[in-house]
């Protein structure tokens, strides 16, 4: 009879690294600044790591694509250490529900370029309707208008429309990374009034500074603007799951709040 092979309860720094798509020394070097320790050292000096510190660096590695640094992401798993395994479970659904929706988003921009592909090489007829699925940036038209006029919706139309595919994405990037900083900042339960959260805030008052067709465009925004955008993120589902839900949204609000008091 063959035996029956047990499956491995840890794994050496070498495979972990390359499961991980990292390196050793990166590997080394969380253990170096404490957050990730190896479960075991073997007597040759090789690091082992169980699952629950695969868990942790799965952790880390997610924080890290949010753009969190080190040390915040230290203060995260800091407190996560307190909580139950629930607690955690809870904090990786948040980025599970985050790389759906990103994912479902990247799903329809690759079946609309491969529309286009297909047409394209059979001679067939463009539907623009068909090419833009996943890129809509105009779907909130009559929103916009509602809340601050058709000028300011046409401004910032044309502005969209004028900007290089490059362009297009470094503020679609900029935009996303200000967002994933904020759901960082709400899940390390930072205080809306601290030093952190106010840089946050300066950053996304120089975001919406930003974009032509916005009250205040070119030098500080409107403070009623300001506070009004942080009370429509709590309000509104839609805006609220870019900050992580209600609680990160109550987050981003309740800080660009003490920014507007503060500077505007």
Do not use: C
């Not at 915040?72 to 929706?101: C, M």
């Not at 759901?183 to 919406?208: C, F, I, M, T, Y």
């Not at 309000?235 to 709040?257: C, I, K, M, Q, W």
């Amino acid at each position: 009879m063959t035996a029956r092979t047990e499956p491995a309860t840890d794994w050496s720094i070498q495979e972990i690294a390359r499961l991980a798509g990292t390196t050793s020394r990166t590997l080394r070097h969380y253990d170096d600044v404490g957050l990730l320790a190896p479960s075991r050292v073997g007597h040759n000096g090789y690091r082992y790591y169980d699952g629950p510190a695969l868990v942790r660096l799965q952790r880390i590695l997610l924080l890290r694509e949010l753009g969190v640094g080190l040390p915040a992401i230290a203060e995260i798993l800091g407190r996560e250490d307190a909580t139950s395994a629930a607690a955690q479970a809870t904090a990786l659904r948040t980025h599970l529900d985050a790389l759906r929706a990103e994912q479902q988003r990247l799903a329809r921009q690759i079946a609309s370029v491969e529309r286009t592909i297909t047409t394209m090489e059979g001679d067939g007829r463009l539907m623009a309707d068909d090419m833009f699925d996943g890129f809509d940036h105009t779907k909130h038209e009559a929103e916009v208008t509602e809340r601050w006029g058709a000028d300011s919706y046409r401004t910032g139309d044309t502005w969209w429309r004028g900007l290089s595919p490059q362009d297009k994405a470094a503020h679609q990037e900029q935009t996303r990374r200000l967002a994933a900083d904020w759901a960082a900042a709400a899940q390390a339960g930072l205080a809306p009034d601290g030093d952190e959260a106010q840089a946050l805030a300066r950053r996304h008052v120089e975001w919406l500074s930003g974009i032509p067709g916005t009250p205040g465009h070119g030098s500080a925004p409107v403070k009623e603007y300001v506070v009004g955008l942080g009370e429509m993120y709590v309000a509104d589902e839609r805006f609220a799951a870019s900050y992580g839900g209600v609680e990160g949204a109550t987050f981003v609000r309740d800080a660009l709040a003490v920014y507007a008091d503060r500077h505007l």
